[in-house]
């Protein structure tokens, strides 16, 4: 299960998708997050879902890599769908004991609702796998920038979700080893009741807890001895400027939000 956590990870490439700066990668997804809670019918999330197979066909991203990343909300999935199909009120599908308490507006709203979670799933895998962590924070800073003149600190949020994207990998790759050391101890996960599996888990937590503690005390050493400030005065390696790419990027997300929103206006 842990091996199936991929969020954070940064699959490096040359693609059209790679090269484009983060900030518009950035701003194409929040597009596309409008556009998924603006989709109404299927015309509409099969006009989102195809923008989407196609920014995965350029990125060069296998489609194995997102879908395994969703086997870690497949619990979260299935319930939304159950809550929907029992709870939404409508036109039973059958007279039957079970199914007349299953509604085809249910039906339909469970479908949706499944697409809309894993679209907006992959859609923010495939920005994350195809984009550095760094180049996230870079991004992330020269969006929020207008905010320091309300003295809000961007570069110290933006550094903060950067090294939690960045150590995310790693703690799954440390919480494993831990695992893998207890059960060659003899230790059990994965028999007996919850209560017993949480206590199981213990033993776990515990390393976890210090390992994590030790690593953000070296990366804050490392930090000051080389004199790190914050963002006042800081530069940038590479700087981030737009291409006719990004332009074409934005404009096609743009146009997909445009034409969603029409689309629910003829109820498609």
């Known amino acids: 299960m842990l091996k199936d956590i991929t969020l954070g990870q940064y699959f490096p490439g040359d693609t059209p998708i790679h090269r484009l700066d983060p900030r518009t990668k950035l701003l194409c997804l929040i ?18 879902l195809a923008l989407l197979l196609v920014a995965i066909v350029v990125s060069g991203v296998k489609l194995k890599a997102l879908t395994k990343g ?11 769908a ?11 599908v059958s007279q039957l004991p079970v199914l007349n308490h299953i509604t085809w507006e249910g039906v339909r709203t469970a479908a949706f609702m499944v697409a809309r ?5 992959m859609g923010s895998f495939l920005l994350t796998y195809t984009t550095s962590p760094i180049a996230l924070t870079n991004a992330l800073d020269r969006l929020l920038s207008p905010l320091k003149k309300l ?29 893998s050391a207890q059960k060659a101890r003899g230790a059990d996960f994965e028999s007996g009741n919850i209560l017993r599996r949480a206590k199981a888990l213990v033993p776990i937590l515990v390393p976890l807890f210090v390992g994590a503690f030790r690593r953000a005390d070296e990366l804050a050493t490392a930090m000051e001895s080389r004199c790190y400030h914050g963002g006042e ?7 981030l400027r737009y291409r006719p790419a990004d332009y074409a990027a934005l404009a096609a997300f743009v146009l997909l939000v445009a034409a969603v929103i029409v689309l629910r206006r003829f109820g498609l």
């Open 117 to 121: 979670i894993v679209m907006l799933i």
């Open 151 to 179: 003295h809000f600190p961007v570069h110290e949020l933006t550094l903060m979700m950067s090294l939690a994207l960045r150590f995310i990998p790693t703690l799954i790759e440390e919480t494993d080893k831990i695992m």
């Open 233 to 239: 005065g800081r530069t940038a390696l590479h700087v």
């Open 31 to 48: 597009l596309f997050i409008v556009a998924l809670f603006c989709a109404k019918w299927f015309v509409s999330y099969a006009l989102v």
């Open 82 to 92: 159950v809550m929907n199909l029992f709870f939404t009120p409508g036109q039973a």
């Open 70 to 80: 969703l086997r870690t909300v497949y619990i979260i999935v299935a319930f939304t």
